[in-house]
C-alpha cells in the first residue's frame, strides 16, 4: 500500500487539479513581513502598526502548526519568528504564532541542519541566505543555506511537516532540534530504535495569568527517515552524551549523518498540543509515506481547492496577487487544536485531556478583530468551519464557566474590550447557521451580558470587564478604570462595543421567544446615545455624574477610545446607524462628518475600529463616495509584496477586508444577515458558498466606472443598497450596473 500512495495521491491531484483554476501562483506569503510599503503606509507614522507581523506560513487552512523559515529566536510578545529584513536563517519552526498579530508564540520548537563542526547556539549556527533563493508558496518553502550549501525545503498538513535537505558537497553533518523555550522549560528525547527525536514545549500566558502556566504544551515528534549516528542532547554550548534533557536553558537534540555531494536527508514531524504519542499518531494519519514531491502536490491541490472558493477574474494580475493572498491570509485562524483521534487540551485546565464525539476543536480566536469581516467570510464560504467554531465556545464556556471573551492560547485573556463572542454566535445563528446546543449557547452568552463574575473569576478574565458599571448608569464611567484588562480604562469604547453585543444577544433571545431578555437587550442596544455629546456632535467620555469630559481632542487619541480618537470611534454603531444618523443631526451633517474624517487623512485603514466607516455613505443615499472610498483604500492601503500590507493583519481582519471591498460588498453589521454594496473590483466574481451553490458578480462598468447604479439577480430588480445573505447562498446571478455621476 506505501507503494501505491504516491500514484493514487497523482491521480487524486490530477481530478482535483482538472476542477480547479490555478490560483496558487497569486499567493505570496511572504506579505506582511516587511514594513509597510503601501502608498500611505507614511501617513500614521512610525511604529509597530506598519508591521503586518505575518509568517510566511506553511500549512493547511486553519491547521493546528504553521512551519515557517525562522529570523528570530524569542517566543517573546510582538516578536514573529520571521521578518523579511532579517538575514540570518536559524532553522525550521514548528510555530504557534498568532497570524498578523502582536501576541506571542507558543509551544513551538525549531528544526536545523548544520554541516562540519558542530555548533549548538543558535547566532554561531545560523546561516545567511538570499531572498533570490527564497520560494515561498501555502504549501511550500524553500531556500539555500549559503553557510552549509544546503538546500532546505518544507511542506505540511494540518498537524504535521515533512522536511527535505539537500547537500552540495561531502561533508559531516548534523539535525539539532530545539524547543523553543524562554523560560528553560521543556524536554528532548532521542530514540535510536525509532529514528526518532522527540519533546515538549509548555505553553505560557499573557495577560490574564501572565506568566503562568496554559496547561498545556507543544509536543512533537521528528523522524528520520534513515538511521542516524552519534545522538547528544545540549543545554546551551555544553554537549551530553545522553539520550534526553529537561527544564535547562536552551536545550536540544541533535544527531549525525554522513552526507555526500547529493545527499538527501528527509524527516517527517508530527505535532500535538496533548502527547507525544498523539503527535505520532497525528503524523501516522497525515504523512505515512515519505515522498516529498507528492506532499507538495497534496498541498497544493488543497490549497487550490480552498482559494477557488473564489474565482476573480479582470485584466489586473497585480489586483489577483493582492486577492488571493489576502484570501490566503484569512485562512490561518482559528487554530485547530484536536489531535486525528479527536483528543484537546481541556479548556483554561492544567493538563487535562478529553475527546470529541465528533467535529473539530479551535482556538485562537482574536475576536475583537475577527468578528467584523474575517468569521463572516466563512460563513459565506465555510459553514461546517463555523459550526466547530461555535461549539469550540461552547465547551470553553462550560469548561471554564464563563463564555470567553478573546480566547487565545486556550486560556481566558480579557485582552482587548468587548464581548465579541456573542457577536460572533449571534452572526452564526442569524446566517442559518445552528449545528450546535442553541441553548447552551444562550445561557452563556446571557451570563456574560447579566451577570457579574466573582472576584478569583474576574481576575482570570472571565466575564465582562466593568459591567457592573455599565449596568449601573448605561455607560462606563470615567471614574471606571477598568482593572484587571491588558487595556484598562477606553470607557467609550467599550460602551459603544457592549451595546453592540447587547443588540447582538437581543436578536437571539427574540428569535427564542425570550421576551422579558429581548425587551432588556434591546433597550440596553441603544446604550450608544449615552456616551454622544450633542454639544460636541461626537463621542466623549462621561463621568458617573453625568458631566462629560472638559475639552477632548476628537482627533487625537483618548484615554476614553481603544486604539483610536474619538471622531473615529464614534461611527462605530453597526446596529443602529439610522439612530446614529439622527444624533449627528441627519443625512447632511453624518455625510460631512464622514467627509471630514478622509478630508483631514484622519481615517486609519491599518486598525480595525473604522473598517465599516467608507461603507456608511450609503446609509445617506451617497453610494458613489462608498465605492470611491473603497477603490482608494484598496489602491493605496494594499500592495504586492513583502511590504504589501497597511497594519497588522490581526488574524486575517485586514485581509478579509479587501477580499469583501474587492467583491463589492462588506458586512457592516456583522450579525445582521445582510451585506452593503460598494463597487467590485474585478469584472466577474464567481463565489461557491459553503451550501454547494454557486454565486456569480457580473459587473457592467460602462465607461467610467462608478459606484452600483442597480442591481439584477437572475434577470429581476434587486435592491441596489444591500444583499441578502439568504439570497447569496442561494447563488444566481447578480449583474451590477455601475454608475458615474
Not at 510555530?95 to 509551544?107: A, E, K, R, V
Not at 553533518?173 to 519533546?199: H, L, M
Request: some cysteine.
Amino acid at each position: 500500500m506505501r507503494n501505491l500512495f504516491p500514484a493514487l495521491l497523482a491521480l487524486c491531484s490530477f481530478t482535483a487539479a482538472a476542477q480547479t483554476k490555478d490560483l496558487l501562483q497569486y499567493v505570496n506569503p511572504l506579505t506582511g513581513t516587511a514594513n509597510s510599503t503601501t502608498l500611505t503606509a507614511l501617513k500614521h507614522g512610525a511604529g509597530t502598526e506598519q508591521l503586518a507581523n505575518t509568517i510566511p506560513a506553511v500549512g493547511m487552512p486553519f491547521g493546528m502548526t504553521q512551519w515557517t523559515p525562522q529570523t528570530r529566536l524569542t517566543e517573546q510578545k510582538c516578536v514573529a519568528p520571521y521578518y523579511y529584513k532579517d538575514s540570518l536563517f536559524s532553522g525550521f519552526r514548528g510555530s504557534h504564532w498568532l497570524s498578523g498579530s502582536c501576541t506571542q508564540d507558543y509551544g513551538s520548537f525549531t528544526i536545523m541542519p548544520v554541516c562540519g563542526q558542530l555548533q549548538t547556539v543558535p547566532n554561531d549556527y545560523a546561516s545567511t541566505f538570499s531572498h533570490l533563493t527564497e520560494k515561498s508558496t501555502p504549501a511550500y518553502y524553500g531556500v539555500t543555506l549559503d553557510k552549509y550549501h544546503i538546500k532546505a525545503e518544507l511542506t505540511a498538513t494540518a498537524r504535521c511537516g515533512m522536511m527535505q535537505f539537500s547537500f552540495d558537497r561531502n561533508d559531516d553533518c548534523f539535525i539539532i532540534v530545539r524547543p523553543n523555550s524562554d523560560r528553560g522549560k521543556g524536554a528532548v528525547y532521542v530514540d535510536r530504535q525509532r529514528n526518532e527525536i522527540t519533546g515538549y514545549n509548555p505553553a505560557y500566558r499573557i495577560y490574564q495569568g501572565q506568566g503562568q502556566p496554559a496547561g498545556f504544551s507543544g509536543y512533537f515528534v521528528v523522524r528520520f527517515e534513515e538511521a542516524f549516528d552519534d545522538p547528544k542532547v545540549f543545554s546551551g554550548a555544553s554537549l551530553l552524551q545522553a539520550d534526553s534533557i529537561k527544564d535547562q536553558p536552551g536545550i536540544g537534540g541533535v544527531v549525525k549523518f554522513k552526507v555526500r555531494k547529493g545527499s538527501i536527508i528527509r524527516i517527517r514531524i508530527g505535532t500535538s498540543f496533548t502527547s507525544i504519542a498523539a503527535a505520532r499518531e497525528n503524523l501516522e494519519a497525515e504523512i505515512n509515506h515519505r515522498d516529498f514531491a507528492a506532499q507538495v502536490k497534496a498541498g497544493n491541490d488543497t490549497w487550490q481547492k480552498a482559494l477557488n472558493k473564489i474565482v476573480v477574474e479582470g485584466p489586473s494580475e497585480k489586483n489577483k496577487r493582492i486577492f488571493y493572498t489576502a484570501l490566503y491570509h484569512t485562512m490561518q485562524h482559528p487554530r485547530l487544536f484536536n489531535d486525528v483521534s479527536g483528543t484537546y487540551p481541556v479548556f483554561s485546565q492544567s493538563y487535562q485531556v478529553k475527546k470529541l464525539a465528533s467535529g473539530n476543536y479551535y482556538d485562537d480566536f482574536s475576536m475583537w478583530d475577527i468578528y467584523r469581516a474575517q468569521l463572516p467570510l466563512y460563513e459565506i464560504l465555510d459553514p461546517a468551519l463555523i459550526n466547530d467554531g461555535v461549539r469550540s465556545l461552547i465547551l470553553k464556556g462550560q469548561q471554564g464557566g464563563w463564555l470567553p471573551i478573546f480566547p487565545c492560547w486556550n486560556n481566558y485573556t480579557a485582552a482587548m474590550i468587548g464581548d465579541h463572542a456573542i457577536s460572533f454566535i449571534a452572526s452564526a445563528y442569524n446566517k442559518g447557521i445552528r449545528n450546535y446546543d442553541v441553548a447552551a449557547a444562550y445561557r452563556l452568552m446571557r451570563q456574560n451580558a447579566f451577570d457579574t463574575a466573582s472576584l478569583a473569576d474576574y481576575r482570570e478574565g472571565k466575564g465582562r470587564r466593568a459591567l457592573s458599571s455599565y449596568l449601573q448608569y448605561g455607560y462606563v464611567p470615567l471614574e471606571d478604570d477598568v482593572p484587571f484588562a491588558f487595556h484598562k480604562k477606553e470607557q467609550v469604547s467599550r460602551t459603544l462595543e457592549y451595546a453592540y453585543d447587547d443588540y447582538a444577544l437581543s436578536t437571539i433571545a427574540k428569535a427564542l421567544h425570550k421576551k422579558e431578555d429581548y425587551a432588556l437587550l434591546k433597550q440596553r442596544a441603544k446604550n450608544y446615545a449615552n456616551v454622544f455629546d450633542p454639544q460636541l456632535g461626537y463621542v466623549n467620555g462621561r463621568y458617573a455624574s453625568g458631566k462629560w469630559y472638559e475639552h477632548p481632542n476628537p482627533d487625537a487619541k483618548a484615554f476614553f477610545i481603544t486604539e483610536g480618537p474619538p471622531r473615529q470611534y464614534g461611527f462605530y454603531v453597526p446596529q443602529y446607524i439610522p439612530g446614529l444618523i439622527k444624533l449627528t443631526g441627519g443625512s447632511k451633517k453624518f455625510e460631512a462628518a464622514l467627509d471630514s474624517i478622509f478630508a483631514k487623512n484622519e481615517y486609519w485603514h491599518g486598525n480595525e475600529t473604522g473598517h465599516q466607516i467608507p461603507f456608511l455613505y450609503n446609509y445617506v443615499n451617497e453610494p458613489m463616495k462608498t465605492a470611491a472610498r473603497t477603490a482608494a483604500i484598496m489602491r493605496e492601503e494594499y500592495d504586492e509584496g513583502p511590504g504589501g500590507l497597511c497594519g497588522n493583519d490581526d488574524a486575517g481582519q485586514i485581509s478579509a477586508w479587501y477580499v469583501f471591498a474587492a467583491m463589492g460588498f462588506y458586512p457592516v453589521n456583522p450579525v445582521a444577515p445582510e451585506y452593503v454594496f460598494s463597487a467590485p473590483l474585478f469584472e466577474r466574481i464567481t463565489i461557491h458558498t459553503g451550501n454547494n451553490n454557486i454565486a456569480t458578480i457580473i459587473v457592467h462598468a460602462g465607461q467610467q466606472p462608478g459606484y452600483i447604479g442597480s442591481v439584477k439577480r437572475n434577470g429581476k430588480t434587486y435592491n441596489a443598497g444591500f444583499l441578502s445573505h439568504a439570497d447569496l447562498m442561494k447563488g444566481g446571478t447578480f449583474d451590477i450596473y455601475l454608475h458615474s455621476k
